[in-house]
């Protein structure tokens, strides 16, 4: 069983729509939690970052954890074409040279 | 800004042949990452750096060497590539007080 389980997609939303994308994880010392963008042909970046449980907004982004169930989400609202791109969700214990844990990615369409 | 670039965007090399990987990043960051992202498996981290001629194994170091002789810089070596080898390459580096990655634009490298 992978450490961080995710739905590789695709995804696909018409514009405007409210996305939700999720990752489970099974080591529960984890304690810092992100989501990267990764548009095609590029490097991933950071989006959003969490420590421990609760959420976190940023715009049209919320990120949510749920320590209690080894579960982490992104909600997208209003959606664009332009969030096209690849999620990834990573994560990280508090010690060690920051080794990040990601998620296979999900590959999200949003179509005009 | 942070900027970290790669020697090449797209590499075709033959099975056999010593392979030469080059990161560099202009932040004076102390830790540097090698990660190899295939579909389904996300990324997956080769090897790091927390300092120059400082270097640790990541998941999957095996036919993979690193060098770190600059603090700018951080290579990857492929000493005898072979087609399961054939993959994206992402640099990615990180300072000491933050926990977010920033990555170059990823090398594809193709081993026939």
């Known amino acids: 069983q992978k450490e961080v389980e995710q739905d590789p997609g695709p995804l696909s939303v018409p514009e405007g729509a409210i996305v939700s994308l999720n990752c489970t994880y099974s080591?529960?010392?984890?304690?810092?939690f992100m989501w990267y963008r990764q548009y095609s042909r590029k490097g991933p970046e950071l989006l959003m970052y969490?420590?421990?449980?609760g959420n976190k907004e940023d715009g049209r982004f919320t990120a949510q954890v749920d320590k209690s169930s080894k579960y982490i989400s992104l909600f997208i609202r209003d959606s664009q074409p332009s969030d096209s791109a690849t999620y990834l969700c990573?994560?990280?214990?508090?010690?060690?040279?920051?080794?990040?844990?990601f998620g296979a990615g999900t590959r999200l369409a949003v179509h005009p | 800004d942070v900027k970290v670039t790669q020697s090449s965007r797209y590499l075709v090399k033959r099975t056999g042949e010593k392979v030469f990987l080059e990161c560099v990043q202009d932040?004076?960051?102390?830790?540097m990452f090698w990660y190899r992202q295939d579909p389904g498996l996300g990324l997956r981290l080769i090897y790091f750096?927390?300092?120059?001629?400082?270097?640790e194994k990541g998941d999957i170091p095996e036919g993979y060497s690193v060098s770190r002789e600059k603090k700018e810089r951080f290579s990857l070596i492929l000493e005898s590539a072979s087609t399961n080898q054939t993959s994206m390459y992402l640099c990615?580096?990180?300072?000491?007080?933050?926990?977010?990655?920033?990555f170059g634009p990823g090398t594809r490298l193709t081993v026939t």
């Open positions: 990573a994560m990280t214990t508090s010690g060690g040279y920051n080794k990040l844990i």
């Open positions: 080591n529960s010392a984890f304690q810092y």
């Open positions: 969490t420590y421990s449980s």
């Open positions: 932040m004076d960051h102390e830790n």
């Open positions: 750096s927390y300092d120059v001629k400082m270097k």
């Open positions: 990615a580096s990180e300072g000491d007080s933050s926990y977010e990655q920033y």
